[in-house]
């Protein structure tokens, strides 16, 4: 089973930037997509960004214009770049793979906390 390590997570100032990673264990182009999602205290997991085998990205509506999901074939990593950070972006956030047939894969979170 392939396997998910994020990393780049941590405390940052508002109106910073971060950048997270997640490298996988085997070939990225196995999976229909990648993706981060985010969890905070007390609310549910929610979908960030998404990439897919095609490179097709999409967007959380809040994080639109302010994270860029990419990837590196070379390394079997996807990258979430992080910009204008905010309060509200405070969370854990997980790097995600979903087969062809539908199976989740998940990382084990890195948290990313967004204070002055």
């Known amino acids: 089973q392939v396997q998910l390590v994020e990393s780049g997570g941590g405390l940052v100032q508002p109106e910073g930037s971060l950048r997270l990673s997640c490298a996988a264990s085997?070939?990225?182009?196995?999976?229909?997509?990648l993706a981060w999602y985010r969890q905070a205290p007390g609310k549910q997991r929610e979908l960030v960004a998404r990439i897919t085998n095609t490179g097709r990205t999409s967007y959380l509506d809040s994080v639109k214009e302010r994270f860029t999901i990419s990837r590196d074939s070379a390394k079997n990593t996807i990258h979430l770049q992080m910009n204008s950070l905010k309060p509200e972006d405070t969370a854990m956030y997980y790097c995600n793979a979903r087969s062809w047939g539908g199976t989740d894969i998940w990382g084990q979170g890195t948290q990313v906390t967004v204070s002055s």
């Open positions: 085997g070939n990225i182009f196995d999976f229909a997509a």
